[in-house]
């Protein structure tokens, strides 16, 4: 089954802060990680709601749809174009390495992440412990058919003919097509645009990565979920986190802020990440 990228309308809930104690080691065999932007925002990454957060100024529908692409390319591709920029331009923060390094002392572990930015991987995590559930920014894909072009590790621009790998030759038409085609780069099996290779509203989540975090809850459930610098506006966030931890394992929020899911959580952690997740790994690993 195919999600898609809904919002889920959740009551306003009331909810308590709760102090960590009497953590059990062998609740790390299995682990869920669940981030969204409130993780890279100590990076200098701005969230998406809240007072600082890109929605509060931008018009998420001229910016994040296939209808706004079709109707301004060169608008979306500035804005994804200036967001690459500033990603390669930060740091990951000790939210990320207290993430990287939980994976590595997990029994099983794997990280959902919402954000399309690159700063868990450069924390140290495998890509194979990892989705990035709403897409890479810096992959680049076609808007018609399924050619696609991972970046070049923090490059900020969609790539053109310089990127031309020697031996496939294949990226050499990507180059811009004509005059007003601007900088716009062409896919270079259908020359359709290709565009950044993110999930916009109204898409359906890749089938792919959600196969892989289905496969992962469907296996077992969790010792520990951690559900880390979201708002939950998506249903699917809350669900993945629910089923995770059915079979008793501790569901713990951090997040400086309540979230639809705080009711659900069995420790609430009122802290921004890079100050929450390092102590909270030392207390599982330890
Ligand atoms: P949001 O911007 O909706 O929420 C950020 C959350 O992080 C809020 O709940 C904040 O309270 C919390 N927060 C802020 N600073 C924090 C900090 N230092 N430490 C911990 N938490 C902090 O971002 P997401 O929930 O990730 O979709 O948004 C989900 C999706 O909506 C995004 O992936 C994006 C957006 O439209 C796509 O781009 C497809």
Redesign the pocket.
Known sequence: MLAT?TLVIAPSLAATDLEIVGYCRSYVVRVLVIT????S??SGIP????KD?Y?RNLD?IKL?TAEAFARDPELVWKWYRERRQHIHNVQPNA?HEAIARLAQRAGEFLLVT???DDLHERAGMAKTEMVQI?GDIFLTKCSHCDFSYAGRGGSPEPPDASAVEPESGRLGSIAPTSESDGNLPRCPECNSLLRPG???FGEPLPARETQRVENYLQRDSCGVVIV???????GYIIDWALRASRRGGQLIE????E?PLSRFATRLVRE???VALPRIVDQLIN
């Open positions: 990228l969204g932007a409130g993780v925002a100590e969230t998406f709601r809240g957060g929605w998420p994040a939210g919402q954000n399309v709403h993110v999930v916009w880390a610098g979201t708002t939950a506006t998506f951090v997040n400086p802020e979230t921004p990440a890079a």
